[in-house]
């Protein structure tokens, strides 16, 4: 008769029960895994048998059967060790099958029989929870971030020997404490930044209204510098944002027992970065933008991006999540980033420079304003051209407002646009495309201003609602009592804040 087990696999960011059945079969000795595993979880015989013998239990001298349920879902990772060892004491007689049917079973086991941490184990002890399971057994190092989850029974089992007796009836596990805060490094702040006061005033609206910006102008200007800034601007993470951004963190295996996530994340990838690194490939883990949930993604040398990378983001951009579809099944990540983006003005970076002579032609100049597209423009509320700084203004004694200070007016902005929207939507950028007019509000003069540069320069309707968005988080800025709506100078210091191109490529 078949024992059962029950372990879990990822499923994107979120966790799914797999049932782990074993049957022993009169036959020569041997272990068959069915149920769709991948490699590293056939490896598991081997590592199994050999934590089994170095814990003092004996190997069944016969033919196993370890079948994962469902059967047409693909296992994949490390942590069924567990769950299948668990099964074959069941088997064997040596387990208390109410046990091992309340608790949820995940981990890697050394040949020694010692227990590893995988990766997950946030989203495996919500599953345990939303199940009703009583609770999770797990390995040290990913027991205490799965005790962020409340409600659910996490127990620390170092050893499969601990495991077992525990799942017998004879060994109280310990619980852990639940993980801290990871500690934030030094944070830059906004006054080491010299001059480039209008891009100061960019990266404020952006943050004020998690608005898209990019950045154009010569090297050594200072795009870099102001981009890393960004997050010393950025409102506190809420505790349901924190939670959020630890659980795809940890999907990724990139807490290493680190704990809550307790900063707005910053995710930089270098410009080589392949489409599957940006948004998640077959393995279907998650990419930079989704690590970059509910924070900053910034794109340096956009333009030298590859192409296909750039256009995969649109999607992300417009919806705020991420669907991908493979052969090993289907999945979606969320993706609620603000997008910074940086480039060089041509490919040599001096064209509108005051002193340095531009060396390209004009036909390679518009080749590479052409690598970023139409539709991919669209998707950016604000563009802004920042010019050198003058060694004066550089070497001399004065600096700007610090982070502090702008991170107060950006706080009080998004409280402004919290009790609007009752929470429901996180902030003005993402609006869906039937709210916008209603949230801004605008008044007549403020409209027919609207309408009438989007008659003039060719504007596409959505490049409309994003200049409609960015009024409105200036509003939102605007300390004074008349501004609960959109007025027309808030319109117009929108559309300057979004330079036009001479002559996009108008890709689809």
Aim: proline share 7%; with cysteine.
């Amino acid at each position: 008769m078949s024992s059962q087990a029950f372990g879990a696999t990822l499923l994107g960011v979120d966790g799914m029960r797999i049932t782990v059945e074993v049957d022993f079969l009169r036959r020569l000795p041997s272990v068959a895994i069915v149920g769709l595993p991948s490699l590293s979880v056939r490896e598991s015989a081997d590592r199994v048998r050999s934590a089994m013998l170095a814990s003092g239990f004996e190997f069944p001298r016969q033919r196993v059967v370890v079948s994962l349920a469902p059967a047409d879902v693909r296992k994949d990772g490390t942590g069924f060790d567990l769950p299948i060892a668990a099964g074959i004491l069941l088997a064997a007689g040596r387990l208390d099958p109410e046990r091992c049917r309340q608790y949820l079973l995940v981990g890697e086991l050394t040949l020694g029989g010692e227990l590893r941490p995988v990766r997950g184990s946030l989203a495996f002890s919500a599953l345990a929870r939303d199940l009703g399971m009583t609770g999770i057994v797990l390995p040290p190092g990913a027991a205490e971030e799965a005790a962020l989850v409340t409600g659910v029974d996490v127990r620390v089992a170092r050893t499969l020997g601990q495991a077992a007796e525990f799942l017998g009836g004879a060994l109280e596990l310990p619980q852990p404490s639940a993980a801290r805060a990871c500690r934030p490094g030094a944070a830059l702040d906004l006054r080491d930044v010299r001059g480039q006061a209008g891009a100061r005033q960019a990266l404020e609206v952006a943050a004020a209204g998690g608005h898209n910006l990019l950045m154009e102008g010569p090297p050594g200007c200072g795009k870099t510098m102001l981009a890393a800034r960004i997050p010393s601007i950025l409102p506190t993470l809420t505790a349901e944002e924190s939670l959020a951004c630890t659980r795809i963190h940890s999907a990724a295996g990139l807490l290493g027992g680190g704990g809550l996530v307790a900063e707005r994340p910053f995710r930089a990838p270098h410009h080589s970065i392949s489409p599957a690194g940006l948004v998640g490939g077959a393995l279907l883990r998650p990419g930079e933008a989704s690590l970059a949930h509910n924070g900053v993604l910034f794109l340096d040398e956009f333009p030298e991006f590859p192409r296909h990378a750039r256009e995969v983001l649109r999607g992300p951009l417009e919806d705020r999540r991420i669907v991908l579809a493979r052969a090993g099944g289907s999945v979606t990540f969320p993706a609620n980033f603000m997008m910074v983006a940086a480039a060089n003005p041509c490919p040599c970076g001096n064209l509108g420079h005051p002193t340095r002579p531009c060396l390209c032609g004009e036909s390679a100049r518009q080749r590479y304003r052409a690598r970023l597209s139409g539709p991919l423009l669209d998707r950016i509320d604000l563009r802004v051209e920042l010019c050198p700084v003058t060694p004066a203004v550089l070497l001399g004694a004065g600096c700007g407002e610090d982070s502090a200070t702008v991170r107060g007016r950006v706080e009080r902005a998004r409280q402004r646009q919290l009790g609007r929207y009752g929470g429901a939507v996180a902030s003005n950028a993402a609006l869906a495309a039937e709210q916008v007019v209603e949230a801004a509000d605008p008044t007549p003069s403020a409209l027919s201003v609207l309408q009438r540069h989007m008659e003039q320069q060719g504007l596409s309707a959505r490049v409309g609602r994003r200049l409609l968005k960015v009024a409105r988080t200036l509003a939102d800025l605007d300390e004074g009592p008349l501004c609960s709506r959109v007025r027309e100078d808030h319109v117009h210091r929108a559309v300057g804040l979004r330079l036009d191109d001479a002559d996009p490529a108008q890709e689809s």
